[in-house]
Every structure is written in C-alpha cells, then in structure tokens.
C-alpha cells in the first residue's frame, strides 16, 4: 500500500501563491485597521499561525475555507487576494 506523503507547507512551484496571498491579506487587514490578533480571534485562528500565512518568508499553506473566513472579516470579496494591489488615487499609468 502507497502512502502519499502530505505536508503542510506548499510546494516549491507553489510557494510565490502562497507568499503572494499572505501578502494580499496583510494588506487589506492593516487597511481595514485590524490587528493579527484580533482578525486571528475572528476567523478561529491562532495569532501565531496568522502570522505565518502574512509572512513571506514562511509560505504556511492553508484552506480555501479558512481564506473564505478572512475574506468575509475583512469585508472584501475572495478574487481581491488574487488581483494586483490597488493603486492609490490619481497615481493610475
């Protein structure tokens, strides 16, 4: 019997989504003036583990459940992680 070996970090060809998510959910928490701890409370996270999926130098994977849930907290729509970060005003090529 085979036993596929699992992890829960990403991949090497995956680790820049990863690292490219975290970044987009740190962003749209400090706009929405939240802080890790308290978004971690509200999506039954620890802070720890938050910290780990904003931080680009760890690539913690994690569930398109759990994505759905700060998605919902931070009141943008889940696409919003996988565009370009808004441009400021008036500073549009």
């Known amino acids: 019997m085979n036993v596929e070996y699992t992890s829960n970090y990403p991949s090497f ?5 990863y690292v490219d998510l975290g970044e987009h959910i740190a962003f749209y928490r400090k706009r929405a ?3 890790q ?3 971690a409370s509200r999506v039954h996270i620890t802070r720890s583990y938050l ?6 130098n760890t690539s913690q994977s994690f569930s398109l459940e759990l994505l759905f849930n700060i998605s919902r907290e931070l009141k943008v729509p889940p696409r919003y992680f996988f565009e370009p970060f808004p441009t400021p005003a008036g500073m549009e090529d």
């Not at 060809?13 to 989504?17: G, S």
């Not at 910290?51 to 680009?56: D, Q």
């Open 13 to 17: 060809e995956n680790r820049d989504y």
């Open 33 to 35: 003036n939240i802080t």
């Open 37 to 39: 701890a308290q978004l």
């Open 51 to 56: 910290s780990r999926i904003e931080n680009s």
